[in-house]
């Protein structure tokens, strides 16, 4: 798996682009979830036409395979084109949450390269922890673990009923959390909507932020298309503190998902449509009793 790293590093970027666009023409043709795309696009954007979502979600796809060899590459990249590489908007935000000493949660989401966003900013300097789900044992998953180490990414894959524990440890020791949350939560989620729709979103950002003191920012890697990333950062972001912790959860997530629409919006062929982000939802909410039989009137004895 090494090799095969080293050998990506030595391919020039126009080369792996070229190949990165042919993968992702052969996902689109082998149908893979394309059903699940085009069910997420009528849900988002029911006033465009089946034909203008069609466009979207095949430059979606070619959008996908050119982020796995820019991704795998960055463990080679030198110094000078990892500079080259990014251009940030926003970086003094980073700076005054990391200065805050109560360590970072870096709020991101999948769009736009977001594992290269992670691989070379722990290149950078910027200490990135990454929460993991078990992924299936294939040299592929193999590969992508590899590259993620090889960059400096400390990944904790950690077992049910552990994670509180170790994301706290993680901002103790003052590191940076990467943590995507625009994924479908089965767990015990908040429901902020996103694209005018409730989608079951983790509370956990907005936690962390209100109880263990970590400073949040809202992170974006936004493709140039001359093989550069755009990196804006907005934040520290404040959670409210009501007293009411349900309440301020879901404004707090409502906020991220809000700054996540605008971007989707703007650049929806960057976003991971692939996903069932609404596959669960909100709890019917209970129906009320039923009304018993009137009294009649009272007998005498």
Request: with cysteine; charged share 25%.
């Amino acid at each position: 798996m090494n090799l095969v790293l080293d050998l990506l590093g030595r391919i020039p970027r126009p080369i792996l682009s070229a190949f990165g666009s042919f993968l992702g023409w052969l996902i689109w043709t082998l149908r893979i979830r394309r059903r699940v795309v085009l069910e997420n696009l009528r849900l988002a954007f029911p006033g465009k036409t089946e034909g203008e979502r069609l466009a979207i979600a095949r430059a979606n796809y070619a959008h996908l395979g050119q982020m796995i060899p820019d991704f795998l590459r960055v463990p080679t990249l030198p110094p000078e084109e990892l500079d080259r590489l990014f251009v940030y908007e926003g970086w003094e935000n980073y700076e005054r949450a990391a200065a805050l000493g109560h360590g970072v949660v870096a709020c991101t989401a999948h769009f736009g390269n977001f594992d290269l966003l992670a691989s070379a900013h722990t290149r950078r300097g910027v200490p990135i922890t990454q929460i993991s789900r078990a992924m299936g044992k294939n040299p592929f998953n193999d590969l992508l673990r590899l590259a993620r180490k090889r960059s400096g990414i400390e990944e904790l894959v950690i077992s049910k009923g552990q994670t509180m524990r170790a994301l706290i440890r993680a901002l103790k020791d003052r590191r940076v959390l990467g943590f995507v949350y625009d994924q479908n939560e089965v767990g015990r989620p908040v429901f902020p909507t996103f694209f005018g729709v409730p989608a079951a979103t983790t509370s956990t950002p907005a936690f962390l932020a209100r109880r263990a003191g970590a400073a949040a920012v809202f992170v974006i890697s936004v493709p140039l298309g001359d093989g550069r990333h755009k990196v804006v950062i907005e934040g520290p972001l404040e959670p409210a503190r009501t007293g009411d912790a349900g309440a301020d959860d879901l404004a707090f997530m409502q906020l991220l998902n809000d700054k996540l629409e605008a971007w989707v919006r703007r650049h929806p062929e960057r976003w991971f449509w692939l996903h069932r982000r609404w596959k669960t939802r909100p709890p019917e909410p209970a129906p009320a009793p039923a009304a018993g039989p009137t009294p009649g009137p009272a007998r005498p004895n």
